[in-house]
């Protein structure tokens, strides 16, 4: 398969009802907001997603070893049963092997490999870095740097990813549009079973409605060095409208998270016809309070507009 050959810029646009899109656990998992009280959803927490969306895919495709596996599995989903991704990325099963970390002379030939057995690395990048050689024990069995100012034993090999997703943010503030209720999380209780502990009561939180905007791109020269190909851009855009399918939680129910709409630009060239920020523009100066949109023309960049699922 060629590298993406053409720019290519998105949104996505989602709806949230009665539901925590991405809640902050330093603020008591509270929505995030940020100071003028509009809600966010973190790049981080969008990309887990369409992570595990591409998981579903590779695992309904059979687990084919076709370079579409994911490096970065989250504990509830995890599907090759490796217990760190440091395990993952040395497993000769499940990874490119020990071999390719240790004293490792070509860093790029293994960010290579990496490249080309996970579909995450690829596409978003990924940094691995740890030490090459067993630490030494000590007498009381404690580890301990190996002796002298000597980084070769240290492998820090970075993948820099042509896919960049940004933070979704809402057209309008959630924060007065926050319900808090204290709830019960358990039925255990204490000594003989008549008392309840007083650590079974808790907060939930939920934005009642809201309406989402993230942005995202994908770059044709970063894609050169990782692979990331034609194919791999079409299989994100497959997953975005089905975003929150297999996502439900207590905090996010089914049918409590939905995308509207996937706008996709397909540039006709690798330097692109217009910068990003002027096409993400398009959309962002015309998108109204309930999703809908019309948007600006640019010459020679038409968009596909993709119902969500």
């Known amino acids: ?11 996505v646009i989602l709806r949230v009802k009665n539901a925590n899109p991405n809640g ?9 907001t940020d100071y003028a009280g509009i809600g966010e959803m973190t790049d981080v927490c969008i990309k887990r997603k369409v992570r595990d969306r591409l998981l579903e895919r590779w695992v309904a495709a059979g687990k084919k070893d076709d370079g579409n596996a994911i490096f970065v599995q989250s504990d509830d989903r995890n599907e090759d049963g490796e217990p760190s991704l440091r395990v993952r990325a040395e497993s000769d099963k499940n990874g490119i092997g020990r071999d390719a970390f240790k004293n490792s002379t070509n860093k790029n030939d293994t960010a290579l490999k990496a490249c080309k057995k996970w579909f995450d690395v690829r596409a978003f990048g990924q940094v691995f870095a740890w030490k090459d050689k067993e630490s030494k024990k000590t007498k009381k069995g404690a580890s301990e740097e190996p002796a002298g100012d000597d980084d070769s034993n240290k492998v820090s090999i970075p993948v820099r990813g042509p896919v960049t997703i940004q933070s979704a943010f809402s057209l309008a503030p959630v924060r007065d549009d926050i319900t808090s209720n204290q709830i019960t999380k358990s ?5 003989d079973g008549t008392k309840r502990g007083s650590d079974t009561m808790g907060m939930k939180h939920r ?7 993230f942005y995202g791109s994908m770059n044709p020269q970063l894609a050169v060095k990782t692979g990331f190909s034609k194919e791999d851009a079409e299989a994100i855009k497959q997953v975005l409208p089905k975003l929150f399918e297999n996502d439900a939680s207590s905090a ?25 920020a002027k096409v993400h523009r398009t959309l962002r100066d015309t998108i109204k309070p309930d999703g809908s949109f019309e948007l600006a023309k640019l010459e020679g960049l038409e968009p596909e507009i993709i119902e969500g699922f």
């Open 207 to 213: 934005v009642n409605h809201g309406i989402y905007v």
């Open 187 to 191: 039925v255990s209780s204490q000594g």
């Open 1 to 11: 398969m060629s590298t993406l050959q053409n720019k290519i810029d998105f949104a």
């Open 252 to 276: 996010r129910p089914d049918g409590s998270m939905e995308v509207i709409k996937v706008v996709w630009w397909e540039h006709d060239c690798k330097s692109k016809q217009h910068s990003s």
């Open 24 to 32: 902050d656990p330093l603020d008591g998992n509270r929505p995030r």
